[in-house]
């Protein structure tokens, strides 16, 4: 009986089969392929302006070296001392030397020729302010040193003109003036030179005693102690010429 039913459907599968078997699978469309692109490097080639080189040409190499590491060879701890009491010695002449306001420490500085040596003149007689025109030297308990005591007033550079009297010296103190403050400027800059020469001092017999015991140590050593000398040099120039500047702006006002 099932045969006979399955006799009666053959046609109607027949007509349903085929159109399912016949209809198009549905496939996915084939995408051509494009190349993905290529990103060349930049190779352009960036020139070095002249104000680069310039730049470039006035920086060195900064050496560093520690001193423990060459102690045996030279001391940079004694040459940075002998810089240092290069520009110490140059604070103490501005302070000394230069200043507008008068005080009887203006004078302390001077040195007085003897026959027995030289001193300072404070050593030599009291010194104190009548006024802030005028200072006064007591030179009782050295009378014999009148003379030079006079004599190294008049030939310091404050255009001192000293008026005698016994033992006791006055010395009117000149009015300060545009012409006063420019001599002053002037003798700034030259203790600063002194300070400067007496520097390159430094620098020229440390690298005298560097080359005396060269033996024994390498050429790239020697070089490189040399320029870490330069360098404190250097240093302590560029201290000497801000301490300058700033006295002259003081100076003139």
Same mark, same amino acid.
């Given at each position: 009986?099932?045969?006979?039913?399955?006799?009666? *459907?053959?046609?109607?599968?027949?007509?349903?089969?085929? /159109?399912? +078997?016949?209809?198009?699978?549905?496939?996915?469309?084939?995408?051509?392929?494009?190349?993905?692109?290529? +990103?060349?490097?930049?190779?352009? &080639?960036?020139?070095?302006?002249?104000?680069?080189?310039?730049?470039?040409?006035?920086?060195?190499?900064?050496?560093?070296?520690?001193?423990?590491?060459?102690?045996?060879?030279?001391?940079?701890? !004694?040459?940075?001392?002998?810089?240092?009491?290069?520009?110490?010695?140059?604070?103490?002449?501005?302070? &000394? =030397?230069?200043?507008?306001?008068?005080?009887?420490?203006?004078? %302390? $500085?001077?040195?007085?020729?003897?026959?027995?040596?030289?001193?300072? *003149?404070?050593?030599?007689?009291?010194?104190?302010?009548?006024?802030?025109?005028?200072?006064?030297? =007591?030179?009782?308990?050295?009378?014999?040193?009148?003379?030079? +005591?006079?004599?190294?007033?008049?030939?310091?550079?404050?255009?001192?003109?000293?008026?005698?009297?016994?033992?006791?010296?006055?010395?009117?103190?000149?009015?300060?003036?545009?012409? $006063?403050?420019?001599?002053?400027?002037?003798?700034?800059?030259?203790?600063?030179?002194?300070?400067?020469?007496?520097?390159?001092?430094?620098?020229? =017999?440390?690298?005298?005693? *560097?080359?005396? /015991?060269? !033996?024994?140590?390498? %050429?790239?050593?020697? $070089?490189?102690?040399?320029?870490? +000398?330069?360098?404190?040099? %250097?240093?302590?120039?560029?201290?000497?010429?801000?301490?300058?500047?700033?006295?002259?702006?003081?100076?003139?006002?």
């Amino acid at each position: 009986m099932a045969l006979s039913h399955l006799n009666l *459907l053959r046609p109607v599968l027949c007509r349903f089969v085929p /159109s399912v +078997v016949r209809t198009p699978l549905v496939t996915c469309s084939r995408v051509p392929f494009l190349p993905r692109p290529v +990103v060349l490097p930049n190779y352009a &080639r960036h020139y070095a302006t002249k104000k680069s080189k310039a730049k470039a040409k006035g920086q060195t190499a900064k050496v560093n070296i520690k001193a423990a590491l060459v102690d045996d060879i030279i001391s940079l701890e !004694e040459v940075n001392e002998d810089m240092a009491a290069v520009l110490t010695t140059l604070k103490e002449d501005f302070s &000394r =030397n230069l200043s507008i306001r008068t005080s009887p420490g203006a004078l %302390d $500085h001077i040195i007085v020729t003897t026959k027995d040596g030289k001193f300072p *003149l404070n050593q030599l007689g009291q010194i104190s302010m009548k006024s802030p025109q005028l200072l006064v030297v =007591n030179l009782t308990g050295f009378p014999e040193a009148t003379a030079a +005591v006079t004599r190294a007033l008049q030939e310091s550079s404050m255009g001192l003109n000293p008026d005698v009297e016994g033992t006791i010296i006055r010395v009117p103190v000149p009015k300060v003036t545009r012409e $006063h403050r420019e001599n002053l400027v002037k003798l700034a800059k030259q203790f600063s030179n002194k300070a400067k020469d007496l520097l390159r001092r430094v620098r020229s =017999n440390t690298i005298s005693q *560097l080359k005396k /015991s060269k !033996e024994g140590v390498s %050429d790239d050593t020697i $070089h490189l102690i040399e320029k870490q +000398v330069q360098q404190m040099a %250097d240093s302590y120039v560029a201290d000497i010429d801000k301490q300058l500047a700033t006295k002259t702006k003081e100076l003139l006002g």
